[in-house]
């Protein structure tokens, strides 16, 4: 009502007081695209900045990426989300596929191809992509459970890294993800039976031919 009046301090204050009860996502940015239409961009990116600070967690830092790249159109600032959620948010939160992925894709969509696949080829050695069949790992990297959703964006990760690969990589950037395709059918194939000599001879072909 006060923003319809045009009374914009009073609606700010109203926000203000609605911040005061710790809402949800939804609440900040509504907070923030109302700075926005008021053109005071500056504005909306500190209220977008307390959100995430109020909860700092993988959603938060991700919403406020999302939200600075399609609305803020501040890509830097995008840039520094990505960064300080793999670098500050607690191991737990940071190993989220979805951080990687995003991350990725938003490098990606900038035409920062090497960049994109930086980012890729880190999340395939932290959280060991590809080693094992993906579906099938019980276990994070702390050997806490995985849950389903997080086996399913990982998934969804190791398959958008090897699309990428196909859609920018060279020939050496192939030939790298079909490595690790080959590393992980032999690991499951020895790992299911230790007595499969040909896995075994096949497995240490590989590692000869192509190990570094």
Avoid at 124 to 129: A, G, I, S, T, W
Avoid at 189 to 212: C, I, M, N, S
């Amino acid at each position: 009502m006060e923003e319809m009046v045009g009374d914009v301090t009073k609606c700010r204050a109203a926000f203000e007081r609605w911040m005061d009860w710790h809402p949800d996502d939804a609440a900040w940015l509504s907070y923030a695209r109302f700075e926005v239409r008021c053109k005071q961009l500056e504005k909306a990116k500190e209220v977008m900045k307390r959100y995430v600070n109020e909860y700092p967690c993988a959603k938060s830092f991700l919403k406020l990426a999302k939200w600075a790249e399609w609305e803020a159109k501040d890509f830097s600032l995008a840039r520094k989300v990505y960064e300080s959620a793999l670098t500050d948010l607690e191991p737990e939160e940071a190993r989220q596929a979805r951080v990687f992925k995003m991350f990725a894709s938003f490098e990606e969509r900038q035409g920062e191809y090497q960049r994109a696949r930086v980012i890729y080829r880190h999340a395939v050695k932290l959280l060991r992509l590809g080693e094992t069949s993906i579906t099938s790992r019980q276990v994070d990297e702390d050997g806490e459970e995985l849950s389903n959703y997080e086996k399913g964006k990982r998934d969804e990760l190791y398959q958008s890294y090897v699309a990428f690969e196909k859609k920018h990589g060279d020939r050496k950037g192939i030939e790298d993800v079909i490595l690790t395709k080959q590393r992980a059918e032999y690991n499951q194939r020895v790992a299911t039976d230790p007595l499969d000599y040909d896995a075994w001879f096949e497995f240490a072909k590989l590692e000869e031919d192509h190990g570094q």
